[in-house]
């Protein structure tokens, strides 16, 4: 149980575009879902805590507008980044805490995301 | 501003050993900790929660918290190569798993 989807599980674009990036809990509803990025050999850093239902709430230093997310129900959340630019490239990692259980979250497999 | 500190190593052990991992956290008010491992190019996974002061074991993983001294550490019995990773410590200021702050980890590598 407790498993998390991510897709794509990688990304190659083109400065400027704009990327999605689903995030799903398959055998669970997750009331709150979080997406994390990490740059190679860094720890993973929150980006923003999303509420199904409600608008997400960001880091400090997150631009929301460049980092759209969605979380139009209780299994799937979307990041979407806009416009994007080679400095944008990171490893994305979604987590999910369930609704019967938020002792912890579960984490996704990673959606790496290369921008040229 | 809430800081979880962890030494980057690399840990070496020899295969069989004990590794012994530590976290720091700054924020008093802390209230569940989360050790999870990560694999090179994978992300975390959970390997133990821990919400009391004192220890809790599971398999080879023992998990010891102290919340005076804002400590918390993870240690492995019997390592083996496959445990070789980066640990991850986790801090929440919840009892419940929401708004992590993760420490930069530790990577552990187990020499056969």
């Known amino acids: 149980g407790a498993v998390v989807s991510q897709h794509p599980s990688r990304v190659i674009c083109k400065s400027g575009t704009s990327v999605k990036i689903e995030c799903r809990s398959l055998d669970f509803q997750a009331t709150t879902m979080f997406w994390y990025r990490q740059f190679p050999k860094q720890s993973l850093m929150l980006m923003a805590t999303s509420n199904e239902g409600s608008k997400a709430t960001y880091e400090q230093g997150v631009e929301k507008d460049k980092f759209l997310i969605n979380h139009a129900s209780l299994t799937l959340s979307t990041l979407t980044v806009t416009s994007a630019h080679p400095e944008d490239s990171s490893f994305y990692i979604c987590?999910?805490?369930?609704?019967?259980?938020?002792?912890?979250?579960?984490f996704g497999p990673g959606t790496r995301l290369l921008v040229l | 501003q809430k800081e979880v500190e962890q030494n980057s190593g690399p840990l070496s052990v020899p295969e069989g050993a004990i590794a012994s991992l530590n976290c720091t956290y700054s924020?008093?008010?802390?209230?569940?900790f989360f050790w999870y491992r990560q694999y090179s190019g994978k992300s975390p996974e959970l390997i133990m929660s821990?919400?009391?002061?004192g220890d809790k074991e599971d398999g080879r993983f023992t998990a010891q918290l102290n919340k005076a001294s804002q400590y918390v550490s993870l240690l492995i019995r019997d390592s083996q190569p496959s445990d070789s990773a980066t640990y991850l410590c986790?801090?929440?200021?919840?009892?419940?798993?929401?708004?992590?702050?993760f420490g930069p980890g530790t990577r552990l590598s187990v020499l056969p």
């Open positions: 986790a801090v929440s200021l919840f009892s419940y798993g929401q708004n992590f702050v």
């Open positions: 987590s999910a805490a369930p609704r019967t259980d938020q002792e912890t979250q579960y």
């Open positions: 924020d008093r008010g802390s209230q569940s």
């Open positions: 821990i919400y009391s002061n």
